[in-house]
């Protein structure tokens, strides 16, 4: 069955840098369109990255644009957030998605203080 398991969350000082995993069974992540979104405490959960299907093209919230980067490893069947300049406005619970069938993962806290 479809199973998403993200990872990499922490804590770190803001202006740091964090990878974030999300690990894919039951499917092949290059065959469909895969998203990050966040939720912050008592916030909405918020789209922040997609990648497409085959052709891998990206789109970005503009909050995260030139900061953030998604990326997948077909072979892994990983689908990445790479973060940088991490702000304190950063913190929240991040999600991996697969649009089709709405599946999500349990989600990983990244927490960014001093």
């Known amino acids: 069955q479809v199973q998403l398991v993200e990872s990499g969350g922490a804590l770190v000082q803001p202006g740091g840098s964090l990878r974030l995993s999300c690990a894919a069974s039951g499917f092949t992540v290059g065959m469909f369109i895969m998203s990050w979104y966040r939720q912050a405490p008592g916030k909405e959960r918020e789209l922040v990255a997609t990648i497409s299907g085959p052709g891998g093209n990206t789109n970005y919230a503009d909050f995260v644009k030139g900061r953030f980067s998604i990326s997948r490893d077909n072979a892994k069947n990983l689908v990445y957030l790479e973060m940088y300049n991490l702000d304190p406005e950063d913190t929240a619970v991040y999600y991996c998605?697969?649009?089709?069938?709405?599946?999500w993962g349990q989600g990983t806290q990244v927490t960014v203080s001093s």
């Open positions: 998605r697969r649009w089709s069938g709405n599946y």
